[in-house]
Nanobody
Framework: QVQLVESGGGLVQAGGSLRLSCAASGRTVSSYATGWFRQAPGQEREFVGAISWSGSTTYSTDSLKGRFTISRDDAKNTVYLQMNSLKPEDTAVYYC?????????????WGQGTQVTVSS
């Protein structure tokens, strides 16, 4: 029902910035929230943050909240992840996901992921 495509990843120096995009298509009206996740090599997928239908945002840690910002452009049906002050430990494949349920979210639809590599 919902298709998600991430873009904007790449190679960046430590301290630099990237903006990831998550373009949605299909029956997006049923989504209560869009989240960002990341998965580093050899590690489990980690929740980064999310934005609800109303525009409220949440982040997994205070550190991420200070460096990352999630926003949404309804006209473009796109959710963004602005990443500043990037660190090598931010290197991962970043995924966006859409959830049709809350408390807990169900994360029903996923994008294919985009690689972010931060060099020191």
């Amino acid at each position: 029902q919902v298709q998600l495509v991430e873009s904007g990843g790449g190679l960046v120096q430590a301290g630099g910035s990237l903006r990831l995009s998550c373009a949605a298509s299909g029956r997006t009206v049923s989504s209560y929230a869009t989240g960002w996740f990341r998965q580093a090599p050899g590690q489990e997928r980690e929740f980064v943050g999310a934005i609800s239908w109303s525009g409220s945002t949440t982040y997994s840690t205070d550190s991420l909240k200070g460096r990352f910002t999630i926003s949404r452009d309804d006209a473009k049906n796109t959710v963004y992840l602005q990443m500043n002050s990037l660190k090598p430990e931010d290197t991962a494949v970043y995924y966006c996901a859409a959830s049709e349920s809350l408390l807990p979210p169900s994360w029903d639809y996923w994008g294919q992921g985009t690689q972010v590599t931060v060099s020191s």
